[in-house]
Nanobody
């Protein structure tokens, strides 16, 4: 069984910063891509950023320059540094990972961490 647990969300004023973490645990053989998504109330889920097991990263165009994704492969942990936060960044942030484990290869999701940005 594989689990992803996000942390680091909270309430912050506009212009502030937060660093989200997503720790993967369980019978993990390897992790391929890891991804951050977000979903605001009444809106569709949005891809925020992704990181391959190597050095490739991807960002939603609207977030480039403010958000930075990184991962520590030794710790099976994904991070999202969010700077210059805006009220429109308010959402539940989820991580997902493409994991090879004893049970085979599958995508796993965390439970989410809430980010609220006040104006």
């Amino acid at each position: 069984q594989v689990q992803l647990v996000e942390s680091g969300g909270g309430l912050v004023h506009a212009g502030g910063s937060l660093r989200l973490s997503c720790a993967a645990s369980g019978s993990i053989h390897s992790i391929n891509a890891m991804v951050w998504y977000r979903q605001a109330p009444g809106k569709e889920r949005e891809l925020v950023a992704s990181a391959s097991s190597g050095v490739r990263t991807y960002y939603a165009d609207s977030l480039k320059g403010r958000f930075t994704i990184s991962r520590d492969n030794a710790k099976n942990t994904l991070y999202l540094q969010m700077n210059s936060l805006k009220p429109e960044d308010t959402a539940m942030y989820y991580c997902a990972a493409d994991v090879a484990s004893q049970g085979g290869r599958s995508w796993y999701w965390g439970q989410g961490t809430q980010v609220t940005v006040s104006s």
